[in-house]
């Protein structure tokens, strides 16, 4: 997956992750974290499937887009939990 469909995909990832946990944080902190999660759940996902999921079709796989929204809403738990900030 090229750089500026990791972005995208780690945007959408983040405003995904941010409506499902309904945590209060800004959202510049929310996308950064969700690119983060995002970058952690891909590489995750390429270690457990063997798949390439950086490859050229990495962006419309949809193991993509589970690993990606899982690692952004872990990412976000856990600087939650480490923040003391709880959902709404």
Same mark, same amino acid.
């Given at each position: 997956? &090229?750089?500026? =469909?990791?972005? $995208?995909l780690? *945007? $959408?990832? @983040?405003? $995904?992750?941010? %409506?499902?946990?309904?945590?209060?944080? #800004?959202?510049?902190? /929310?996308?950064?974290? #969700?690119? @983060?999660?995002? %970058?952690?759940?891909?590489?995750? &996902?390429?270690?457990? /499937?063997?798949?390439?999921?950086?490859?050229?079709?990495?962006?419309? =796989? $949809? /193991? =993509?887009?589970? +690993?990606?929204?899982?690692?952004?809403?872990?990412v976000?738990?856990? +600087?939650? @939990? *480490? /923040?003391?900030?709880?959902?709404?």
């Open positions: 997956m &090229g750089f500026l =469909s990791f972005l $995208i780690g *945007l $959408i990832a @983040a405003v $995904i992750a941010k %409506a499902v946990l309904k945590q209060k944080h #800004g959202w510049v902190v /929310t996308i950064l974290l #969700g690119l @983060a999660g995002a %970058a952690l759940g891909g590489w995750i &996902g390429g270690a457990v /499937t063997g798949e390439d999921i950086y490859g050229v079709n990495g962006f419309w =796989s $949809i /193991t =993509s887009w589970l +690993f990606a929204l899982g690692g952004a809403i872990i976000l738990l856990v +600087f939650g @939990a *480490l /923040t003391g900030r709880r959902k709404a």
